[in-house]
């Protein structure tokens, strides 16, 4: 089954991120296709590259990370949600004339309308929220 | 899945159906569903509107943006029939629980009860909500 991920809560304030990267390996253990997580709303922050959580405790962006080049999972994070939150990559920072960028590749910021498009391309889209 | 609705003028096939249920103001969710919203009917689909619980508080009239500075969700909602999407629904009881009474409100959505919002949950290709 083709599986996507819809993720919308903050890493490390709520369950919600760990929860969707552990179904995530979940998903490809049993021999599913995961198409793509895509962030939104409080979810884009799992987007920070300069997310730095103590080293006894799970890296959630390098899990992302891990995901996209183990298993070629997208992922995708909406580029409006963002950069109200202050993520956004090298391009976008230099646009807004910002010192620095928070978001780099695998992560790529792109529109709402490929979460619309996944959601009613893929089999699954599985939710989840605070 | 198949849908039920028939597909109206040259509309893509796949359904939407954004499920509201957090108030405006106080938290993005509200506005960020309704972007998604936007986005679908943007991008031709048909996509309907299910205001739950504190959600009939968006409907309310008379709403300016806020304390916050924040945009209000009110002209996203008045642009909503130019995108053509005009399938709103409301959950009766969450009307009734809030005293929000039709006269109040800034759209006409169509009250449902428990059975009818399960026929929208099942009817629809891609359901999200916020």
């Not at chain 1, 080293?55 to 949600?81: F, K, M, N, R």
């Not at chain 2, 996509?47 to 009939?56: A, D, I, K, R, Y």
Request: proline residues 3%; glycine residues 10%; aromatic residues 6%.
């Amino acid at each position: 089954m083709r599986y996507a991920i819809l993720l919308m809560g903050a890493p490390y304030s709520t369950q919600a991120s760990h929860s969707a990267l552990r179904f995530a390996r979940a998903v490809v253990a049993r021999g599913h296709r995961l198409e793509c997580v895509f962030f939104y709303h409080d979810g884009v922050h799992n987007a920070a590259r300069l997310a730095a959580p103590p080293q006894d405790e799970p890296h959630l962006v390098d899990g992302w990370i891990a995901l996209h080049t183990e298993h070629g999972v997208s992922l995708q994070v909406c580029i409006a949600a963002a950069l109200r939150r202050g993520l956004m990559d090298q391009r976008e920072a230099s646009r807004h004339g910002k010192a620095g960028y928070s978001v780099e590749a695998p992560f790529e910021l792109v529109g709402l309308g490929q979460l619309v498009d996944l959601g009613l391309d893929c089999d699954r889209l599985v939710t989840f929220g605070p | 899945m198949e849908s039920t609705e028939a597909i109206e003028g040259n509309q893509r096939e796949g359904d939407i159906l954004l499920v509201l249920r957090h108030a405006p103001h106080g938290s993005s969710w509200l506005r960020e569903g309704l972007d998604i919203a936007l986005v679908g009917a943007a991008f031709d689909r048909k996509v309907s509107l299910l205001f739950m619980g504190e959600g009939v508080l968006a409907l309310l009239s008379g709403q300016t943006s806020g304390a916050l500075g924040q945009k209000g969700t009110h002209p996203t909602l008045q642009m909503l029939e130019m995108y053509d999407v005009d399938a709103l629904y409301a959950e009766s009881a969450a009307m009734s629980r809030f005293a929000v009474a039709e006269a109040d409100l800034l759209l006409t959505p169509e009250r449902v009860g428990e059975t009818a919002i399960a026929d929208l949950l099942k009817h629809h290709d891609l359901v999200l909500t916020f």
